[in-house]
């Protein structure tokens, strides 16, 4: 295998984990309000909670200081290496724009982001976490 193959596979990796993360932050919370109604006990674990809350808040801070996900920029640095074709903005940006052919100014991301952050703070006063004792 070459370098840039091995490359590839490494921005293809990262793509995957990037996708991972975007799929547990959005999809968490829909399971959060879900589980709820169900009573499912496993949404109210306080680790779970902070870790899908500490998620958005890292994904909010980055976006009103306008700095891009370090899983962005190692992904492009990585296709770059590989000599691959890079893309430019955010991840959410641009695959968004790729799926629904659609480009939106950053500054939509930046509320979107910072409107979902609120709707999750909220999910911790809706739907209360277990204390960490028990």
């Known amino acids: 295998m070459n370098s840039s193959t091995l490359y590839l596979l490494a921005a293809d990796t ?3 984990l990037h996708t991972l993360f975007v799929a547990f932050v ?3 919370l829909l399971l959060i ?5 169900r009573s499912w006990c496993w949404v109210r674990n306080p ?3 902070v870790t ?3 998620a958005i808040a890292v994904v909010v801070l980055q976006s009103w200081l306008g700095v891009l996900c370090p899983l962005t920029i190692l992904e492009i640095n990585l296709r770059e290496r590989a000599g691959d074709t890079v893309y430019s903005g955010s991840f959410i940006s641009h695959w968004l724009g ?4 659609y ?3 950053p500054w939509v991301f930046v509320v979107c982001y910072t409107v979902f952050g609120v709707i999750v703070a909220a ?3 809706r739907v209360r976490p277990r204390s960490f004792r028990e």
């Open 14 to 16: 990262i793509l995957l």
């Open 26 to 28: 959005v999809f968490g």
């Open 33 to 37: 309000y879900v589980g709820k109604f």
């Open 47 to 49: 680790w779970f909670r």
């Open 52 to 54: 899908h809350l500490a």
């Open 98 to 101: 790729e799926l629904l052919y």
């Open 103 to 105: 480009r939106l100014p």
């Open 123 to 125: 999910s911790w006063f």
